[in-house]
């Protein structure tokens, strides 16, 4: 039914590498199935915090997702969330947390921890690096924020004074206070997470950092330092740390890319992946659906030199929003989608796509594909625009990720349905 | 698009750039020296401040040339091209050292030490020659040069032409440099995986495709040379033939760095370039289509696979995996590691040889772990890089299939 | 040579004392000519203040393009400009070097303009002493190559491109270094007389508190705002604001200044000035300086200019738009605004209007304020009754002894010198942290958009994305800012760059607004940011897009 006989197409092309592509091809190839990822580059989930966050605003604080999901869903009937049930939700979170191997996460999409931002201040995620835990103000006690001389993204005056004054508005003030690190003298002016990332490697470096930390800290103090404590070895990096202080230590992601948490939560899935028998194609891109007899019997995708057809029975588009060019606007303010050329739902050229205000609620913010129950893309008559192809993630429209802090939620728990639809028609 | 414009459309893409950063993550050599600024600072971030003036920033040539910066890249930024463009005008102003003169010229080397190949050899293996390499023209005293073989690929191929009989598959094989004077058996191997798949071999004319000239910044040269490589071979491309390469950073000089970082555009190259597969590439393509022949004995043997940089960079994935996946009994560890350092001459140079061996340690150290029988790797210098680093014999797959096929 | 070594002059800081001021020349304005007035009048020996209502060059001094005239755009049709723009620019080589980049001219004949203009220009050139050239087509095209192939003439003349703000806080320091009081952020809310005398000003710090200065002349050099500051003083002066729009391009598209080979018209100029290319401009008469929009029709209008001369520039980045206004003087009623001169003059209030001690300087352009300072400080001692020579066309700027021109890779050579050494701060523009630091050590309070224009701190293509988390949290630690004035300061710097780029979002820029969002608003939270108010609307919208 697949092309010749004899040929062993992949079944599934999952267009695009960050965290709903991701998912969607680990439980495809898990379950079996030939997969190969097709990525224009690595996927922005390293730009990503890695905190799981469900849904923290909509536009009152959310104390838990879980609750607030479906009278929310209800509310808002174009949401990928009106898409997804609670149940779904919670076993993505519950699939994730098994799928990162030493990178632990916890929480549940049942309540909102409220962990620190690099400018302090206390953000709602559901689910999140067990690193990063430590620091929900809900239950802190006085912290001690520590940042690193040599880096330029983390700043942590600003981050104690907005966080002591965000939990006293609150109505539980936390005691912060910030100290500034310098373990490496001699070392470069400029280091960025990765590269410190990198040094919190070496036992001695770690060693350095612990006897600052214990000169500063006072008390009962909790000790925040910035996301950067090791990289395949963060586990044990965090330990040791802890011990070496003798006082709990949590991560704080960095302001500006890249996101040691974020590169580690890609490690994590890639590897898994690659263990599953999945195969990736980076700085390939989709130009373009392969049509045999009008229906969707492949991908065109532009490798060095040419494009070329690439065969599959399912495709799952997960090539990500307005952001990472899943979804593009062009000068006349067309709104489209390239790589299967799938209809977009969106302000026309001509409407307004953007209002004035910064934090205005833009039209365009929206912008993406429709989609069935199943996630397939509709058109404008609401049917399917394949019967197999699927999306997954920010390529979606209808929601206000940044806002609603919804966004890691979305492809999750997308990229788990979609296989599920998959692996349904696979049987 | 006539050069002119594709040359500018490959700078003109640093406009795509949002400052991620994800091209610094994957910087091999980013990551073991802060001598080298990284690609997004030195591609698309610097590019902004080039103006015709002299060339001011040094700290470019610390760039390897390995392209992960590209192939990383989100947005469609040819950050490594950005690079090598600006890394040429900057070697142009501030002069070509002799040593890279040398090391850019494969034939030159090949015909000179082909025929003396003990004593070039012996030299070459000599501590004493060595260091005074090392002084003199600044070769490392312990990079990975290659041995000659005393022998060349097309002498042999002379000697066993493919009968005329031989497969309906039209190939053309585009062996390089390194084939012919270096690793001989590597294309033979090479024409009986392919003639065993149905694959009438021909051997065009040819000669070195200028990749080494271009990564020492030596762009003039380097056209010229990619010029007279592609005439030769278009005439095959032209008539159908697919042009099928075993050094896989040669065959992404015809597919994209002639157009892309030489900035060379005509007729010869286009068809050339939309013809050219690397060798497993085009084995995958015959297995995907159900038309690679399986009839493979076991090999008993456990490998690791390293895809180097500049396979990468031809956006295909690795199909070698798919192909030695098809082998009964042998144990294939797919190794995540962008780089080896050696990235064709970079690792050479006694300046870069401690920042190649750091880059390549983390790859040196997997294979050290698997404990291979062999490290299947598809490009040359890599090769020799992983052999000096690890001490284990490294192969291209094609090596692997000819044997698991019982070709020998 | 690189800007930033200023730590010696601070700004501002008098308002606070209370105390009245006294000085022999008082001017109102801070762009161009105000400073230029004010180093003028301070290298003569006079007492001199400065008062501007914001920052330095932030009116029309900072919204323009950077074109350096070389006389070429007005020598067919106002030649009297074109001789006082074709003098300056030879001063200015020579006393603002550092300010300036010798990039060329080029006039070039495209197909939709009027063949036999060129011939007219080069007369026109002749005739008032503009050095042109003829050069062959192909030439032009190998000096530039993206420009439109089917150019039929192309002419050379000594164009250049200056950088405003470098100019204006230069001439700044070197007024202070003479003496001047320099006073940003001081907005004059009356202008005092005894009698039919003008006796100085009342100027609003930036705290609120008033101080009185006074000043034996005062000079009014507010450009589009004359007629404003003028009717303080009961006095009238024509401007006819004339609005322009600018579209910066990602990265140069050309290395030359490349001007149509036309009468003065829409799009007919691409700069190439610092890291990018600017389009420009409209020329739309507006009622009030700082009530006006731009709009979709007037950028497409520009980027269609822009692909004119250079094929394939609607699909390169299209980083920011903005507009100024020009203030264009006229005695009669306001006609269309390109026909008004673009020569300037000085207007002595006693004679026009019987209000002595008060004169007014206007018209002009950039490039040959110096010249109007000159005659406006030339003015002002005939006022004082004391005559000394001036010296600025003779004495260069600080940091232009030397007389090299700034080249576009200055900081990428400065930077390669600091690799190790130094934080970067703004990766666009190679903002180092001590010269951010340094700027911000001259301010009582600096805003992150005061800082933008002072080092270029989120001018690139980012637009801040990645700096401006740096900077407040470097202002805040180094007690520049307390923490209600880091948050305000972050989200003010939002809402102003989002001006700047929402009217043309799309393609890469949009890509690069998207990740700006994800930083700002996913991952920092900044609209719960807990010691800003709820984000101020701007109280004056000069510039931006409505």
């Given at each position: 039914?697949?092309?010749?006989?004899?040929?062993r197409?992949?079944?599934?092309?999952?267009?695009?590498?960050?965290?709903?592509?991701?998912?969607?091809?680990?439980?495809?190839?898990?379950?079996?199935?030939?997969?190969?990822?097709?990525?224009?580059?690595?996927?922005s989930?390293?730009?990503?915090?890695?905190?799981?966050?469900?849904?923290?605003?909509?536009?009152?604080?959310?104390?838990?997702?879980a609750?607030?999901?479906?009278?929310?869903?209800?509310?808002?009937?174009?949401h990928?969330?009106?898409?997804?049930?609670?149940?779904?939700?919670?076993?993505?979170?519950?699939?994730?947390?098994?799928?990162?191997?030493t990178?632990?996460?916890?929480g549940?999409?049942?309540?909102?921890?409220?962990?620190?931002?690099?400018?302090?201040?206390?953000?709602?995620?559901?689910?999140?690096?067990?690193?990063?835990a430590?620091?929900?103000?809900?239950?802190?006690?006085?912290?001690?924020i520590?940042?690193?001389?040599?880096?330029?993204?983390?700043?942590?005056?600003?981050?104690?004074?907005?966080?002591?004054?965000a939990?006293?508005?609150?109505?539980?003030?936390?005691?912060?206070?910030?100290?500034?690190?310098?373990?490496?003298?001699?070392?470069?002016?400029?280091?960025?997470?990765?590269?410190?990332?990198?040094?919190?490697?070496?036992?001695?470096?770690?060693?350095?950092?612990?006897?600052?930390?214990?000169?500063?800290?006072?008390?009962?103090?909790?000790?925040?330092?910035?996301?950067?404590?090791?990289?395949?070895?963060?586990?044990?990096?965090?330990?040791?740390?802890?011990?070496?202080?003798?006082?709990?230590?949590?991560?704080?992601?960095?302001?500006?890319?890249?996101?040691?948490?974020?590169?580690?939560?890609?490690?994590?899935?890639?590897?898994?992946?690659?263990?599953?028998?999945?195969?990736?194609?980076?700085?390939?891109?989709?130009?373009?659906?392969?049509?045999?007899?009008g229906?969707?019997?492949?991908?065109?995708?532009?490798?060095?030199?040419?494009?070329?057809p690439?065969?599959?029975?399912?495709?799952?588009?997960?090539?990500?929003?307005?952001?990472?060019?899943?979804?593009?606007?062009?000068?006349?303010?067309?709104?489209?989608?390239?790589?299967?050329?799938?209809?977009?739902?969106a302000?026309g050229?001509?409407?307004?796509?953007?209002?004035?205000?910064?934090?205005?609620?833009?039209?365009m913010?929206?912008?993406?594909?429709?989609?069935?129950?199943?996630?397939?893309?509709?058109?404008?008559?609401?049917?399917?625009?394949?019967?197999?192809?699927?999306?997954?993630?920010?390529?979606?429209?209808?929601?206000?990720?940044?806002?609603?802090?919804?966004?890691?939620?979305?492809?999750?728990?997308?990229?788990?349905?979609?296989?599920?639809?998959i692996?349904?028609?696979a049987? | 698009?006539?050069?002119?414009?594709?040359f500018?459309?490959?700078?003109?893409?640093?406009?795509?750039?949002?400052?991620?950063?994800?091209?610094?993550?994957?910087?091999?050599?980013?990551?073991?020296?802060?001598?080298?600024?990284?690609?997004?600072?030195?591609?698309?971030?610097?590019?902004?401040?080039?103006?015709?003036?002299?060339?001011?920033?040094?700290?470019?040539?610390y760039?390897?040339?390995?392209?992960?910066?590209?192939?990383?890249?989100?947005?469609?930024?040819?950050?490594?091209?950005?690079?090598s463009?600006?890394?040429?005008?900057?070697?142009?102003?501030?002069?070509?050292?002799?040593?890279?003169?040398?090391?850019?010229?494969?034939?030159?080397?090949?015909?000179?030490?082909?025929?003396?190949?003990?004593?070039?050899?012996?030299?070459?293996?000599?501590?004493?020659?060595?260091?005074?390499?090392?002084?003199?023209?600044?070769?490392?005293?312990?990079?990975?040069?290659?041995?000659?073989?005393?022998?060349?690929?097309?002498?042999?191929?002379?000697?066993?032409?493919?009968?005329?009989?031989?497969?309906?598959?039209?190939?053309?094989?585009?062996?390089?440099?390194?084939?012919?004077?270096?690793?001989?058996?590597?294309g033979?191997?090479?024409?009986?995986?392919?003639?065993?798949?149905?694959?009438?071999?021909?051997?065009?004319?040819?000669?070195c495709?200028?990749?080494?000239?271009?990564?020492?910044?030596?762009?003039?040269?380097?056209?010229s040379?990619?010029?007279?490589?592609?005439?030769?071979?278009?005439?095959?491309?032209?008539?159908?033939?697919?042009?099928?390469?075993?050094?896989?950073?040669?065959?992404?000089?015809?597919?994209?760095?002639?157009?892309?970082?030489?900035?060379?555009?005509?007729?010869?190259?286009?068809?050339?370039?939309?013809?050219?597969?690397?060798?497993?590439?085009?084995?995958?393509?015959?297995?995907?289509?159900?038309?690679?022949?399986?009839?493979?004995?076991?090999?008993?043997?456990?490998?690791?696979?390293?895809?180097?940089?500049?396979?990468?960079?031809?956006?295909?994935?690795?199909?070698?995996?798919?192909?030695?996946g098809?082998?009964?009994?042998?144990?294939?560890?797919?190794?995540?590691?962008?780089?080896?350092?050696?990235?064709?001459?970079?690792?050479?140079?006694?300046?870069?040889?401690?920042i190649?061996?750091?880059?390549?340690?983390?790859?040196?150290?997997?294979?050290?772990?698997?404990?291979?029988?062999?490290?299947?790797?598809?490009s040359?210098t890599?090769?020799?890089q992983?052999?000096h680093?690890?001490?284990?014999?490294?192969?291209?797959?094609?090596?692997?299939?000819?044997?698991?096929?019982?070709?020998? | 040579?690189?800007?930033?070594?200023?730590?010696?002059?601070?700004?501002?800081?008098?308002?606070?004392?209370?105390?009245?001021v006294?000085?022999?020349?008082?001017?109102?304005?801070?762009g161009?000519?105000?400073?230029?007035v004010?180093?003028?009048?301070?290298?003569?020996?006079?007492?001199?203040?400065?008062?501007?209502?914001?920052?330095?060059?932030?009116?029309?001094?900072?919204?323009?393009?950077?074109?350096?005239?070389?006389g070429?755009?007005y020598?067919?049709?106002?030649?009297?400009?074109?001789r006082?723009?074709?003098?300056?620019?030879?001063?200015?080589?020579r006393?603002?070097?550092?300010?300036?980049?010798?990039?060329?001219?080029?006039?070039?004949?495209?197909?939709?303009?009027?063949?036999?203009?060129?011939?007219?220009?080069?007369?026109?050139?002749?005739?008032?002493?503009?050095?042109?050239?003829?050069i062959?087509?192909?030439?032009?095209?190998?000096?530039?190559?993206?420009?439109?192939?089917?150019?039929?003439r192309?002419?050379?003349?000594?164009?250049?491109t200056?950088?405003?703000?470098?100019?204006?806080?230069?001439?700044?320091?070197?007024a202070?270094?003479?003496?001047?009081?320099?006073?940003?952020?001081?907005e004059?809310?009356?202008?005092?007389?005894?009698?039919?005398?003008?006796?100085?000003?009342?100027?609003?710090?930036?705290?609120?508190?008033?101080?009185?200065?006074?000043?034996?002349?005062?000079?009014?050099?507010?450009?589009?705002?004359?007629?404003?500051?003028?009717?303080?003083?009961?006095?009238?002066?024509?401007i006819?604001?004339?609005?322009?729009?600018?579209?910066?391009?990602n990265?140069?598209?050309?290395?030359?200044?490349?001007?149509?080979?036309?009468?003065?018209?829409?799009?007919?100029?691409?700069?190439?000035?610092?890291?990018?290319?600017?389009?420009?401009?409209?020329?739309?008469?507006?009622?009030?300086?700082?009530?006006?929009?731009?709009?979709?029709?007037?950028?497409?209008?520009?980027?269609?200019?822009?692909?004119?001369?250079?094929?394939?520039?609607?699909?390169?980045?299209?980083?920011?738009?903005?507009?100024?206004?020009?203030?264009?003087?006229?005695?009669?009623?306001?006609?269309?605004?390109?026909?008004?001169?673009?020569?300037?003059?000085?207007?002595?209030?006693?004679?026009?209007d019987?209000?002595?001690?008060?004169?007014?300087?206007?018209?002009?352009?950039?490039?040959?304020?110096?010249?109007?300072?000159?005659?406006?400080?030339?003015?002002?001692?005939?006022?004082?009754?004391?005559?000394?020579?001036?010296?600025?066309?003779?004495?260069?700027?600080?940091?232009?002894?030397?007389?090299?021109?700034?080249?576009?890779?200055?900081?990428?050579?400065?930077?390669?010198?600091?690799?190790?050494?130094?934080?970067?701060?703004?990766?666009?523009?190679?903002?180092?942290?001590?010269?951010?630091?340094?700027?911000?050590?001259?301010?009582?309070?600096?805003?992150?958009?005061?800082?933008?224009?002072?080092?270029?701190?989120?001018?690139?293509?980012?637009?801040?994305?990645?700096?401006?988390?740096?900077?407040?949290?470097?202002?805040?630690?180094?007690?520049?800012?307390?923490?209600?004035e880091?948050?305000?300061?972050?989200?003010?710097?939002?809402?102003?760059?989002?001006?700047?780029?929402?009217?043309?979002?799309?393609?890469?820029q949009l890509?690069?607004?998207?990740?700006?969002?994800?930083?700002?608003?996913?991952?920092l939270?900044?609209?719960?940011?807990?010691?800003?108010?709820?984000?101020?609307?701007?109280?004056?919208?000069?510039?931006?897009?409505?």
């Amino acid at each position: 039914m697949n092309g010749p006989p004899g040929a062993r197409y992949p079944d599934v092309i999952v267009l695009g590498a960050g965290l709903s592509g991701l998912v969607a091809a680990i439980r495809l190839a898990e379950a079996g199935l030939r997969v190969v990822t097709v990525a224009k580059g690595y996927g922005s989930m390293r730009l990503s915090p890695a905190t799981i966050d469900i849904l923290g605003y909509r536009p009152d604080p959310v104390d838990s997702p879980a609750q607030a999901l479906p009278g929310f869903a209800a509310a808002h009937p174009e949401h990928p969330y009106a898409l997804i049930g609670p149940d779904t939700l919670a076993d993505s979170v519950q699939w994730l947390k098994e799928h990162v191997g030493t990178y632990a996460y916890v929480g549940d999409p049942g309540e909102n921890m409220l962990l620190p931002t690099a400018i302090g201040v206390p953000r709602p995620s559901a689910v999140a690096p067990e690193t990063m835990a430590g620091g929900d103000v809900r239950r802190a006690g006085p912290l001690l924020i520590a940042g690193l001389g040599v880096l330029k993204d983390f700043h942590p005056s600003i981050a104690a004074e907005n966080l002591q004054a965000a939990t006293t508005a609150y109505g539980r003030a936390v005691q912060a206070r910030p100290v500034m690190l310098h373990p490496s003298a001699n070392g470069p002016a400029d280091v960025n997470s990765l590269g410190l990332a990198r040094q919190f490697e070496d036992g001695a470096f770690r060693s350095a950092v612990a006897a600052e930390l214990r000169a500063a800290v006072r008390g009962e103090e909790t000790i925040g330092l910035p996301a950067v404590l090791g990289m395949d070895q963060a586990r044990s990096v965090w330990t040791e740390l802890q011990q070496a202080v003798g006082r709990p230590v949590f991560e704080i992601p960095t302001a500006v890319p890249p996101s040691v948490p974020g590169m580690r939560l890609a490690r994590a899935l890639q590897d898994r992946l690659r263990r599953a028998g999945g195969r990736f194609v980076f700085g390939a891109q989709a130009v373009g659906p392969e049509l045999r007899n009008g229906k969707l019997a492949g991908v065109r995708i532009r490798s060095a030199a040419r494009v070329t057809p690439r065969m599959c029975r399912w495709v799952v588009l997960a090539t990500g929003g307005l952001g990472a060019g899943g979804i593009e606007v062009d000068l006349s303010g067309a709104v489209s989608e390239h790589s299967l050329g799938l209809p977009v739902h969106a302000p026309g050229p001509g409407e307004t796509g953007f209002l004035p205000g910064y934090l205005s609620d833009h039209p365009m913010d929206t912008a993406g594909l429709r989609v069935d129950h199943t996630l397939r893309p509709v058109g404008p008559d609401g049917e399917p625009v394949y019967p197999n192809a699927y999306a997954a993630g920010a390529v979606i429209g209808g929601a206000r990720p940044w806002r609603e802090k919804s966004g890691d939620g979305i492809s999750l728990s997308t990229g788990y349905l979609a296989a599920d639809a998959i692996l349904k028609e696979a049987g | 698009m006539t050069a002119e414009q594709e040359f500018d459309f490959i700078r003109d893409s640093l406009d795509h750039c949002v400052k991620c950063t994800i091209c610094e993550t994957a910087c091999p050599v980013a990551a073991v020296t802060p001598l080298f600024p990284g690609p997004k600072y030195e591609g698309p971030q610097a590019e902004r401040l080039r103006g015709a003036g002299p060339s001011v920033d040094a700290s470019l040539d610390y760039c390897s040339s390995c392209g992960i910066c590209t192939l990383a890249c989100p947005q469609g930024v040819h950050v490594a091209e950005i690079n090598s463009r600006a890394r040429a005008v900057m070697k142009q102003q501030h002069g070509i050292p002799i040593r890279d003169q040398l090391i850019a010229r494969p034939p030159l080397q090949g015909k000179l030490g082909t025929p003396v190949a003990p004593l070039a050899n012996f030299v070459l293996s000599n501590r004493l020659a060595r260091l005074v390499a090392e002084k003199t023209v600044g070769i490392h005293r312990n990079a990975p040069v290659p041995k000659f073989a005393g022998r060349t690929f097309r002498s042999w191929a002379r000697r066993h032409p493919a009968p005329a009989t031989a497969g309906t598959r039209r190939v053309a094989y585009f062996h390089g440099c390194s084939t012919n004077y270096f690793e001989p058996g590597l294309g033979e191997k090479a024409v009986a995986v392919l003639a065993h798949n149905g694959c009438r071999v021909v051997l065009p004319r040819q000669e070195c495709c200028g990749l080494p000239l271009q990564s020492n910044g030596i762009f003039d040269s380097a056209r010229s040379y990619v010029r007279r490589l592609v005439a030769g071979l278009a005439p095959y491309a032209r008539q159908g033939y697919t042009i099928v390469a075993t050094s896989t950073s040669c065959g992404l000089m015809l597919k994209r760095e002639a157009r892309e970082i030489l900035g060379v555009e005509d007729d010869d190259l286009r068809v050339v370039s939309s013809q050219t597969y690397d060798i497993c590439e085009f084995l995958a393509d015959l297995d995907l289509a159900g038309e690679l022949k399986t009839d493979f004995q076991p090999v008993p043997l456990t490998v690791t696979y390293h895809a180097p940089c500049q396979q990468q960079g031809h956006n295909i994935g690795k199909p070698a995996l798919d192909l030695l996946g098809l082998i009964p009994e042998l144990t294939v560890i797919e190794l995540d590691r962008a780089c080896c350092g050696i990235a064709g001459t970079y690792g050479l140079k006694r300046e870069k040889y401690d920042i190649a061996m750091q880059v390549g340690s983390g790859l040196f150290g997997d294979i050290r772990a698997a404990e291979p029988d062999l490290a299947v790797c598809d490009s040359e210098t890599c090769r020799w890089q992983i052999t000096h680093g690890t001490g284990r014999t490294s192969v291209h797959p094609v090596e692997v299939m000819y044997r698991a096929y019982g070709l020998s | 040579m690189e800007e930033g070594r200023n730590q010696n002059v601070r700004l501002g800081g008098v308002a606070a004392t209370g105390a009245a001021v006294e000085c022999e020349v008082l001017v109102v304005g801070g762009g161009s000519t105000g400073v230029g007035v004010a180093r003028d009048a301070a290298m003569r020996g006079f007492s001199t203040v400065l008062v501007e209502r914001g920052d330095l060059a932030t009116g029309t001094t900072g919204r323009f393009h950077g074109l350096l005239h070389s006389g070429g755009r007005y020598c067919v049709k106002d030649p009297q400009a074109a001789r006082e723009c074709i003098a300056e620019n030879v001063v200015l080589r020579r006393i603002a070097a550092d300010c300036i980049e010798d990039t060329g001219g080029l006039f070039v004949t495209t197909p939709i303009d009027d063949p036999d203009y060129a011939d007219r220009f080069v007369a026109g050139c002749q005739a008032t002493g503009i050095p042109v050239e003829e050069i062959p087509v192909a030439e032009a095209l190998r000096r530039e190559p993206r420009l439109n192939p089917r150019i039929s003439r192309a002419l050379v003349v000594p164009d250049a491109t200056a950088d405003a703000w470098k100019t204006v806080w230069t001439c700044a320091r070197s007024a202070m270094e003479y003496g001047a009081k320099i006073l940003p952020y001081h907005e004059v809310i009356a202008v005092t007389k005894d009698g039919d005398q003008v006796t100085g000003v009342i100027a609003r710090g930036q705290d609120g508190a008033e101080v009185q200065i006074r000043a034996q002349v005062t000079v009014n050099a507010s450009g589009a705002w004359a007629g404003r500051i003028a009717a303080m003083a009961d006095c009238k002066v024509q401007i006819s604001p004339g609005k322009g729009i600018m579209i910066a391009t990602n990265h140069r598209l050309v290395q030359t200044v490349v001007n149509r080979c036309v009468m003065p018209a829409d799009g007919d100029i691409l700069v190439p000035i610092r890291t990018v290319s600017v389009i420009g401009t409209t020329d739309i008469t507006v009622d009030d300086p700082d009530d006006w929009a731009i709009t979709r029709t007037e950028i497409n209008q520009m980027l269609e200019s822009g692909e004119n001369l250079v094929p394939g520039f609607t699909s390169s980045r299209a980083m920011r738009v903005w507009g100024g206004v020009r203030p264009l003087f006229q005695d009669h009623a306001p006609a269309e605004s390109r026909d008004v001169t673009r020569a300037h003059a000085v207007l002595d209030h006693r004679a026009r209007d019987g209000v002595g001690g008060f004169l007014t300087i206007t018209g002009g352009k950039f490039c040959t304020f110096r010249l109007m300072a000159q005659d406006a400080v030339d003015a002002a001692g005939k006022v004082l009754g004391v005559t000394r020579p001036c010296r600025t066309a003779d004495e260069p700027l600080p940091d232009s002894q030397e007389r090299r021109f700034y080249q576009l890779s200055s900081r990428l050579a400065e930077r390669e010198q600091t690799l190790l050494d130094e934080q970067l701060i703004c990766e666009c523009e190679l903002v180092r942290r001590g010269r951010l630091e340094d700027e911000a050590a001259r301010r009582p309070a600096p805003s992150l958009d005061d800082l933008r224009r002072a080092v270029r701190l989120g001018m690139g293509p980012c637009q801040g994305g990645f700096c401006m988390y740096r900077a407040t949290g470097i202002l805040h630690q180094t007690k520049h800012l307390s923490g209600a004035e880091a948050d305000r300061a972050l989200l003010a710097f939002l809402e102003e760059r989002w001006k700047g780029y929402y009217p043309l979002l799309h393609g890469d820029q949009l890509r690069q607004a998207w990740l700006d969002n994800w930083i700002f608003q996913g991952v920092l939270d900044v609209q719960h940011l807990p010691l800003a108010d709820q984000p101020r609307q701007q109280e004056t919208a000069t510039g931006q897009a409505t």
